[in-house]
């Protein structure tokens, strides 16, 4: 058969290390000896306990489809934005499906914008549905560039992401940017905020995306579950949007697509979310220790809203401490690592593998 040719480029994702991030995904961590994996920018917490009694409670109902609407995850997460209703929101498969269900939505072919260096899956996606990605680069500060975006958008442009805050800087844009931008985006862009770092942000500037998307016909803000939550492996994200987004995002959705524990467990941990607010307090606590041993060790790093920091220095210096981390090539930024928030003791394990990690010529901290 014939295969479409704009697939070709697209290779299977490979990890690195994969035998090491295998060992440290069983559960050696804490072992001196074992492997650390910072790599994914999971945090090193399991599910809240509420998350874990919902899925077994659930357990003996497996043998049932989950509710095809997700109802009660639906109205859980509509209860922790103010102002949004339960058909503001959709669901999906990770953020990652709520990413390609509203990409789906657009007018093909066309051209769908994205800041860069930023997460490969914008490409992919984009390429998949048969649209073009275009990368418009950061900023030289690795922020993004509001105006570069939008001298980018063409009649073309059917679509513009937002990494916000930005995987792999951590880099943010405030709400008042934001809306600056949405404003100056014809109607006909829609504007996809990718908001997976959100409980990480400290800048109090940054909140309130949700309100933008209800009041604004083109902006769509997707969340997930797998980062600050704690439930990456269950796969179950969300968007928040207006109503007429969020309808249409849902006849696109593969059906049953949240499955029943991921409904049952991200619904207990939504209603749940002092919990996580505090874990989240932790991660950012512990980014800014982090961030102070980058600077003592005279290694350049980007200040981060993100629970990881991108830092110039190659992941060898943290291997030597069994310390896996991204390697920043395949990010787009060839010498540097992104070294995942851990635990207090996986951090405490991060700093010590500076030692004797300073560059022959110092580089100014920012
Ligand atoms: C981790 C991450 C996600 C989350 O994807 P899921 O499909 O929800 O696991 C989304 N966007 C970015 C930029 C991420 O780094």
């Not at 395949?330 to 992104?338: C, D, H, I, Y």
């Amino acid at each position: 058969m014939k295969f479409r040719k704009e697939l070709d480029p697209l290779a299977p994702y490979r990890p690195p290390r994969v035998a090491e991030e295998a060992e440290a995904d069983r559960g050696a961590v804490g072992d001196a000896n074992g492997y650390v994996k910072l790599t994914m920018n999971e945090v090193s917490f399991g599910p809240l306990p509420e998350a874990e009694a919902a899925m077994r409670e659930i357990l003996p109902r497996l043998n049932r489809y989950p509710d095809r609407h997700a109802g009660s995850l639906r109205e859980a997460i509509a209860g922790a934005n103010p102002g949004t209703d339960p058909r503001n929101v959709l669901v999906g498969n990770g953020s990652s499906e709520v990413l390609l269900n509203v990409l789906q939505l657009v007018e093909k072919p066309g051209e769908v914008l994205f800041p860069w260096p930023s997460f490969g899956l914008y490409a992919a996606i984009a390429t998949v549905l048969g649209m073009k990605p275009v990368k418009v680069p950061l900023a030289g500060d690795h922020r993004i560039d509001p105006e570069a975006l939008l001298s980018a958008v063409t009649p073309e442009t059917r679509a513009i992401i937002l990494c916000n805050p930005n995987n792999p800087t951590g880099t943010h844009m405030n709400l008042e940017e934001v809306r600056g931008l949405a404003g100056r985006l014809p109607e006909s862009v829609l504007l996809i905020l990718d908001e997976a770092y959100h409980e990480f942000v400290s800048d109090p500037a940054y909140g309130g995306s949700h309100e933008l998307a209800l009041e604004t016909p083109n902006v769509v803000a997707a969340r997930t579950f797998s980062k600050a939550h704690g439930l990456a492996g269950l796969r179950v994200g969300y968007g928040l949007a207006p109503e007429h987004i969020a309808d249409y995002a849902e006849r696109v959705r593969f059906p049953f697509s949240v499955n029943l524990m991921a409904q049952a467990a991200a619904t207990a941990s939504m209603l749940a979310r002092d919990k996580i607010r505090e874990r989240a307090e932790f991660a950012v606590r512990e980014r800014e220790r982090l961030g102070e041993a980058f600077a003592a060790a005279g290694l350049n790093y980007v200040p981060s809203q993100a629970n990881f920091i991108l830092v110039e220095t190659g992941p060898e210096v943290f291997e030597r401490r069994r310390v896996l981390v991204r390697e920043g090539e395949a990010l787009g930024f060839p010498g540097w690592s992104r070294v995942t928030v851990g635990s207090a003791a996986e951090n405490d394990r991060v700093i010590g593998a500076l030692e004797g990690a300073l560059p022959a010529e110092a580089h100014p901290a920012p």
